[in-house]
């Protein structure tokens, strides 16, 4: 359709093609110009709120950017890997000190 809103090109990689998947679930029958839409909204919305949580807990306790990182981004790979994934890949090595 003829907009004169600046477009956005970006690759369809497999983490993008599954968050069009999530959002084609959540939102049926909605164009796949407006899930992506509405995604980058919500994304950024949530990313907003996170962001001074993490300065909040740099401020008072005096995290690393790593922990803060860490601390915004927590659970945010849950549904990727198993509970106890690095528990059962640490297994395999070997034990070198």
Do not use: N
């Not at 809103?5 to 993008?16: C, G, S």
Request: proline share 7%.
């Amino acid at each position: 359709m003829p907009t004169a809103l600046k477009r956005f090109q970006v690759p369809a990689t497999d983490p993008l093609m599954d968050a069009v998947g999530v959002a084609e679930h959540a939102w049926p029958g909605l164009p796949k110009s407006q899930a992506i839409s509405r995604l980058a909204v919500i994304g950024a919305t949530s990313v907003r709120r996170a962001e001074p949580a993490a300065q909040e807990a740099l401020a008072s306790t005096e995290l690393s950017q790593r922990q803060a990182f860490e601390f915004v981004t927590s659970g945010a790979f849950a549904r990727y890997y198993p509970a106890d994934y690095l528990e059962e890949l640490r297994e395999d090595w070997d034990d070198r000190s």
